[in-house]
């Protein structure tokens, strides 16, 4: 059977409050420079997984992506995502005030040709999840005395490095120091057989209790 893969890939609109101006989609296809198109996983293929990635991108005022941050989809199509479209150009985005940065959000389809659609498995992500050795935590940083704890769901490379976070627990204004700080830890890759692959993990980072040191709790604080 002759098993191939197509990606395609859309911007979509992305609301935010303050920041950034947000752009459907319609207007951000037209400033992109350099569409660099995402290699289809030879692991995701043989294993007949296809979807959707959903990224959010920050383009800064010169048109270079200055953030990309997955919102869904499977690991291994979201590292190849992640990795083409961190290299994407746009043409600025021109405002009344000058050359501003905007925030938008790309939809990457993976999805694969077969000769019959009834020759993909009902379950292939469950079938492949079932076969992959998660990653784990080999050194971290030592925790500080005060110290809490936030959850970060952390999206690690086939070299198992840190290429993309999100918040699932803990305090808002704790999220920023506990992704910068899982940056600095080392893990081993998930495997499947004898290869590494890109994976998902949820780890519990400690954070420098900023109550602990506030003059409020300081009885020598001002």
Known sequence: MCLGGIFSASAQTETVGQGPVVLGSKRATQLVIS??????PA????????????VQLTVSRD????QA?????????AASALRAVRRWLYRPLMTAVGP????????MNFYLR???IDHLPPEAEVDLNRQVKPPEVLTRPPGQSFASLVRLRVLLNDAGKVID????????PEFEEAQRAVEQWTFRPARWGTLSVPWYLEVDVPVADR????????????
């Open 35 to 40: 569409q660099v198109k995402p290699e289809y």
């Open 43 to 54: 692991l995701a293929k043989i294993n007949y997984i296809q979807g959707h990635v959903l």
């Open 114 to 116: 077969v000769s019959k």
């Open 165 to 172: 976070s999100e918040p699932v627990k803990g305090s808002p």
């Open 69 to 77: 941050h997955v919102l869904r989809g499977h690991p291994i199509l």
């Open 211 to 222: 109550g602990a040191h506030s003059p409020a709790a300081d009885p020598g604080g001002q």
């Open 63 to 66: 048109g270079r992506v200055a």
């Open 100 to 107: 501003a940065a905007f925030l938008t959000t790309v939809s």
